[in-house]
Structures are given as C-alpha cells and as structure tokens.
C-alpha cells in the first residue's frame, strides 16, 4: 500500500511542477495601479486558461499535503 501511495506522491509532484512552470508570471507593473487590471481578461481570468491552471495548481497542492502527511504517519 505505501508503494502505491508513493508512486501517487511523485505523480502528484511531476504534475504540480509541470502546472506551475505552465503558470504565466503576475508581474503586472504599473499597470495594475493605473487600473489597467480591469480588463475583459481580468474580469474573466476563472474561465481561462489561466484560470484553471491556478484551479489546478490549488488541486495539486492540497494533494500533494494529504499524501505527504499520509505518507509521514506511517500508516502503511
């Protein structure tokens, strides 16, 4: 059972890494100041690509907590 949780665990890493690094950067600069952030972009960024790369990455992440904890109370 540990060896299954342990090959789900690097699964989980490999596809969290690969999702961040999909991630574009949130340097917005000036821009956001002078409200350039209010965009059709901006207000529609949960139905992007974008969007669901941060869903997925929030997803990623909660699992990749739950299994490193399972994996450290030596259940299995």
Known sequence: M???VMIV?????????AVVLMQEGKSAGLGAIA????TYWG???GRSMEGKLILFTRILCAAFIILAVL???HLF
């Open 9 to 17: 665990f690097m699964l989980v890493c490999i596809a969290l890494t």
């Open 43 to 45: 207000k529609n960024k």
């Open 2 to 4: 540990r060896t299954a």
């Open 35 to 38: 409200g350039a952030a209010e």
């Open 71 to 73: 994996l450290n109370m």
